[in-house]
């Protein structure tokens, strides 16, 4: 069935990778989604963490020439709905780095937390990231745009596995209790 299917790819996908903290974002690929904050992290961070990142837009190529020499940042391209569960499902943390509040809610994180994935966000006044993404809850923001804050997130939940699985638990009850309708 469908949800064996997902876990079969979600095998494959973390027997690959092996015991790397792997990093999932997706979406398109615009100035407000942050994508280029999520570069720089992975750039601080070395090998034993993995970014993927889904989703195209007018800044790829910005952000590829960005990411050039980095081992640890790989570009999905376009992903299919599948795909897309399959990575949710392999990936450790899920990454949301939007930066404005042209992000009013971020359904992209929402999805996220639903597959039980702490997220690691920017504060954004104005706008319901916050109210998604819930600090010391559900994942952990930090201050905007700054690169340095958004890696030692990671890597704090990357070494805490216990701390990972909490707020992932978290996150998947909130998005149940929260955002889903019957």
Known sequence: DVHDR?????????ERYGNKI?????????KYKGFSYLVE??????DQYLFFLGGTGVLTSRLR?????LKNFIFLGKISEEELKKYLLASDIFC??????????GIALAEGLYFGKPAVTFKING????YVNV???TGIEVNTVDSKQYAEA?????????LRKEYGENARKRVKNKFLYE
């Open 41 to 46: 992290a992975a750039r601080l961070l070395g």
């Open 6 to 14: 997902y876990v079969k790819a979600y095998g494959k996908l973390k």
């Open 22 to 30: 792997i990093c999932f974002a997706f979406g398109r690929h615009v």
């Open 65 to 69: 020439k960005q990411a050039n020499g």
């Open 127 to 130: 706008s319901g990231v916050s």
């Open 96 to 105: 949301f780095p939007s930066i404005t509040k042209n992000e009013a809610f």
């Open 154 to 162: 990671i890597k704090r939940l990357g070494v805490n596995k216990k």
């Open 135 to 137: 600090d010391s809850l």
